[in-house]
């Protein structure tokens, strides 16, 4: 698998600056004052890129929502029990949770992997059982997970992307479950960047100030006990990482490899993002960042991927839902793109020289 995963890691193109070009100058020739439509020009120029074509339309849109346990729920990290999880996935199904509410607003199809609950979902309508293991370890004990289990994570990214290519999806979006995936999130964060645990850990769930001081001494314990190698993206998701984060960064390297552009959600999400870029910093051209997290150490994530998010409304809840609401912004950027008149098509006059 990771010889796989190394071919199709490189077969990431860097994006075509006569596209670039192009879309850039389409939007200048608009009906506007030159870069007055903002982050909107920078979105639109950046999809032509992506997907090779000068007037896209967007018409597919699915959201991947990753559910996995993760054993360092166990030290009191969360808010919330572990039972949580699979709870929220039967909600997910039924169509009850925020993400079907705003996935189903902007016209998104939600799709859920079981990657790695501690519980046995039947089959049904809406679900790939994609499970890895049953949860991660307690990262205080042993490895979150093994090299292998990391690889196999990722691996089930891979296939969601190539799912949505059979699809024909136009944007992709990502979204997790997990209780304890914020602890998980925050020792990637803290490996990958070198930046203290304290100043880039926070409240995940809703857990008190107490709590917190815990969760950021659990993370310490366990970065000190494995040691992750912060220049092997794969030690570092092995070691303290989530199922559902490795699904993640598996969809978001196929998806570049596919050239979908991916819209990524919140703080859990974008720690998948990460390990993505760590694996080819080319990827960081194929995704859109929804949106920055109340969660303190967002913004220092999107900082290394070198991506600014579309949208700040303080959430938090995960699953997709800031991914779901930044779609309807990016389908707007290709709407202005294509949909808008040139000064010549409305007789407008142009800036004087």
Known sequence: MEKRLKTILSSVQPLDETLLSKA????????KPLGSLGQLEEIAKRYVAIVQNSMPKISRKLIYTFAGDHGIVAAG?????????AQM??????GGAGINV???HVGAEVIII??????????????FLRKVARGTQNMLQKPAMTREQALKSIAVGLEMADHAQEQKADLVGTGEMGIG???????????????????????????????????????ERALALHHPDPHDP???????????IGGIAGLIIG?????????VDGFISTAGAMIAVALNSRVKDYLFAAHQSVEVGHRFMWEYIGQKPILNLSMRLGEGTGAALAMSIVEAAVKVLNEMATFNEAGVSEKEK
């Open 24 to 31: 850039q100058a389409r939007l200048d020739s608009l009906t």
């Open 77 to 85: 990290v969360s808010a919330y029990p572990k039972e949580v999880t």
């Open 89 to 94: 996935v039967y909600n997910f199904l039924r």
């Open 102 to 104: 705003l996935g189903g």
């Open 114 to 127: 079981d990657i790695g609950v501690d519980h046995d979902f039947a089959p049904a309508a809406g679900i």
């Open 181 to 219: 995936n914020t602890t998980s999130s925050s020792a990637i964060l803290a490996c990958l960047t070198g930046l203290p645990v304290k100043q880039v850990t926070h409240r995940g769930t809703g857990i008190d100030e107490a709590a917190l001081i815990k969760k950021v001494e659990t993370i």
């Open 234 to 244: 794969l030690d570092v998701l092995a070691k303290v990482g989530g199922f559902e």
């Open 255 to 263: 998806c570049a490899a596919h050239r979908i552009p991916v819209v």
